[in-house]
T-cell receptor
């Protein structure tokens, strides 16, 4: 079974600084997807960034980027120029690659989350 | 941008009662999910639904739970004989504009279920 581990329960960063959130996972699959979700105090789950395992290039979305190390099964999230609005819980998640109309093993496995606080 | 909507935002129910949580997934999505997040804990997968049947469920999703897509737009989670430990935030999600590849799961805002 796939597991996702976030070893940092809490982190803080000064506004405008850069912070990196760690995530490791365990799988025997070669094709899969990895995600970072943000959950602000409103409790919504907001997709921040995603990475396909078959792509070597690290995904980027504006101030958010990932460092995907497939061999090490590591998927860290870097937030540059941190803003107060980045304060939230961040969940790393894993999902198996789904083939044509497949109907199994497509659930999302979440890590326990890292609570990030951006300080003014 | 289309979004997943969940109602109600907060549901308060007496222990032992049945509760139905409602979700309207994004209209052209094919895969539907329920997740649970007990306060302060990680988000847990409950069940996935595809082609009008359950495709996968976790050990949490026992006989107390059921899901249904009654009318082609709503996706409901029913919890029978609610217990105190069912108190949690329940998230609905949907994905899959096509069947050819995974799409990210788009989450609703959640329903906070409080069992008294």
């Amino acid at each position: 079974a796939q597991t996702v581990t976030q070893s940092q329960p809490e982190m803080s960063v000064q506004e405008a600084e850069t912070v990196t959130l760690s995530c490791t996972y365990d799988t025997s699959e070669s094709n899969y997807y990895l995600f970072w979700y943000k959950q602000p105090p409103s409790r919504q789950m907001i997709l921040v960034i995603r990475q396909e395992a078959y792509k070597q290039q690290n995904a980027t979305e504006n101030r958010f980027s990932v460092n995907f190390q497939k061999a090490a099964k590591s998927f860290s999230l870097k937030i540059s120029d941190s803003q107060l609005g980045d304060t939230a819980m961040y969940f790393c998640a894993f999902m198996n690659y789904l083939l044509l109309g497949g109907d199994n093993n497509n659930d999302m496995r979440f890590g326990a989350g890292t609570r990030l606080t951006v300080k003014p | 941008e289309p979004e997943v909507t969940q109602t109600p935002s907060h549901q308060v129910t007496q222990m032992g009662q049945e509760v139905i949580l409602r979700c309207v997934p994004i209209s052209n999505h094919l895969y539907f999910y329920w997740y649970r997040q007990i306060l302060g804990q990680k988000v847990e997968f409950l069940v996935s639904f595809y082609n009008n049947e359950i495709s996968e469920k976790s050990e949490i999703f026992d006989d107390q739970f059921s899901v249904e897509r009654p009318d082609g737009s709503n996706f409901t989670l029913k919890i029978r004989s609610t217990k105190l430990e069912d108190s949690a935030m329940y998230f609905c999600a949907s994905s899959g504009q096509t069947t050819y590849s995974n799409q990210p799961q788009h989450f609703g805002d959640g329903t906070r279920l409080s069992i008294l």
